[in-house]
T-cell receptor, first 110, second 112 residues
Framework: RKEVEQDPGPFNVPEGATVAFNCTYS??????FFWYRQDCRKEPKLLMS???SGNEDGRFTAQLNRASQYISLLIRDSKLSDSATYLC???????????FGTGTRLTVIP | DVKVTQSSRYLVKRTGEKVFLECVQD?????MFWYRQDPGLGLRLIYF???????EKGDIPEGYSVSREKKERFSLILESASTNQTSMYLC???????????FGPGTRLLVL
């Protein structure tokens, strides 16, 4: 079983829409969680960390559900510039190893 | 601003050639990582290093080796390249805490 699983999409949404991605992880003892963003032919970059209490950064909201072992990312009022692949990332051990999901591709359409 | 650079953006090699991919970071980070990224498989960790001359195997180390002679530089070596090593190779460096991991721009390697 993969450490991290996420729906590859693609998600095609109109500008202004709200879109949500989910991701599940297999190791119940996982320590920390992140969402990374990767633009086409570019490197992944940290979008936001995911905290147990949930956290928000502008139009982006991340949630963690430890009981069900999933994390989510909600994007409100989608912009064309949000088009990218969103990677769910889990740190299972507390060390610096990260496990990456395969990514969910989002295209925001004018 | 953190800077992680990789020696080449694109590389074409022949089967059996020895290939060196170099990564340099300017943030004095202890930890450095090599990943490969393939469609449908995501990023997979090949090797990482938490100090000079130290290395640890990741999930898919077979066919690869690494070298860390200086803190800022982490090299990935393909001793004898094979076609199944055609991939995007991403280097990352990080300090304390996993949220500090920063990636280089990647090297797209094609092995013919």
């Amino acid at each position: 079983r993969k450490e991290v699983e996420q729906d590859p999409g693609p998600f095609n949404v109109p500008e202004g829409a709200t879109v949500a991605f989910n991701c599940t992880y297999s190791n119940s003892a996982s320590q920390s969680f992140f969402w990374y963003r990767q633009d086409c032919r570019k490197e992944p970059k940290l979008l936001m960390s995911v905290y147990s209490s949930g956290n928000e950064d502008g139009r982006f909201t991340a949630q963690l559900n430890r009981a069900s072992q999933y994390i989510s990312l909600l994007i409100r009022d989608s912009k064309l510039s949000d088009s990218a692949t969103y990677l769910c990332v889990v740190n299972p051990t507390g060390a610096n190893n990260l496990f990456f999901g395969t990514g969910t591709r989002l295209t925001v359409i004018p | 601003d953190v800077k992680v650079t990789q020696s080449s953006r694109y590389l074409v090699k022949r089967t059996g050639e020895k290939v060196f991919l170099e990564c340099v970071q300017d943030m004095d980070h202890e930890n450095m990582f090599w990943y490969r990224q393939d469609p449908g498989l995501g990023l997979r960790l090949i090797y990482f290093s938490y100090d000079v001359k130290m290395k640890e195997k990741g999930d898919i180390p077979e066919g690869y080796s690494v070298s860390r002679e200086k803190k800022e530089r982490f090299s990935l070596i393909l001793e004898s390249a094979s076609t199944n090593q055609t991939s995007m190779y991403l280097c990352a460096s990080g300090g304390e805490g996993p949220e500090t991991q920063y990636f280089g721009p990647g090297t797209r390697l094609l092995v013919l």
